[in-house]
């Protein structure tokens, strides 16, 4: 019986752009991006705890800066590029494979010490009531008010990228990112959409919603200044 279902079904279907998080049997965690079928991954994330092995597979490590603002990720992690599927099965299964548990939180190594400031292990608790509040879709001021309030609980500063804006407002399709004081985007785990939506009952550990920073810049042409970008304004 294989010991990587879940990335070998992440693998087969593809993340459609976006990071999906692997969760180890030792509670470490990996996210990863990949086109369907393809035998590399574009980029992999190694939460902190997590260290890739000294092989050539792993040696395109993509050196980024730590995340700081709104969240707390600890010792940073590490993100790699164009890391072959086989060399993540190997990995994985050195850390007695996947975690039966894929949505369970995963811990920060001396966080505390790392940042000295505590840990907020009560967001979740804090922001609770939010779950399924864009279950019948979401407006921008739906955007302004759910993601304000993580912010104001201590979460990251999370942001809605839409397709474009007019003296309408904001519309098309859209996409979560989180941002730092430096303007810089960084992806998101999909599953604060899927609690958001109500499709599942929480959104994974606070520490590992914030993920690697965005692989391609994107031009903001618009925006309300709280929460809500556009690509594309009139």
């Known amino acids: 019986m294989t010991t990587t279902p879940r990335l070998d079904s992440i693998t087969a279907s593809g993340t459609n752009h976006v990071f999906d998080r692997i969760r180890l049997a030792d509670g470490t965690a990996l996210t990863l991006k990949t086109q369907p079928g393809a035998d590399h991954a574009d980029e992999v994330f190694l939460f902190p705890g997590l260290t890739a092995p000294g092989i050539e597979a792993w040696e395109n490590e993509d050196q980024w800066e730590e995340w700081l603002t709104g969240g707390n990720l600890g010792s940073g992690g590490a993100l790699f590029v164009y890391v072959p599927v086989q060399a993540i099965r190997e990995l994985i299964e050195e850390h007695g494979g996947e975690h039966e548990d894929q949505e369970g939180e995963v811990p920060v190594p001396d966080a505390e010490e790392e940042?000295?400031?505590?840990?907020t292990a009560d967001l979740l608790?804090?922001?609770a009531d939010l779950r399924g509040r864009f279950?019948?879709?979401?407006?921008?001021e739906d955007i302004r008010a759910v993601f304000g309030r993580i912010y104001d609980e201590g979460g990251p500063y999370l942001v809605c990228v839409w397709d474009s804006a007019d003296e309408h407002g904001?519309?098309?399709n859209s996409q979560f990112y989180a941002e730092n004081d430096d303007g810089d985007l960084f992806e998101v785990q999909p599953d604060i959409h899927r609690?958001?939506?109500?499709?599942?009952?929480t959104p994974g550990a606070v520490d590992g919603w914030?993920?690697?920073p965005v692989a391609e810049p994107i031009e903001i042409a618009a925006s309300d200044d709280f929460?809500?970008?556009a690509r594309s304004g009139n």
């Open 115 to 119: 940042t000295g400031e505590e840990v």
């Open 125 to 127: 608790t804090d922001i």
């Open 135 to 140: 279950e019948d879709g979401y407006t921008p």
């Open 210 to 212: 914030v993920c690697a």
């Open 195 to 201: 609690w958001l939506s109500g499709q599942q009952e």
């Open 227 to 229: 929460h809500n970008y």
């Open 170 to 172: 904001f519309g098309g």
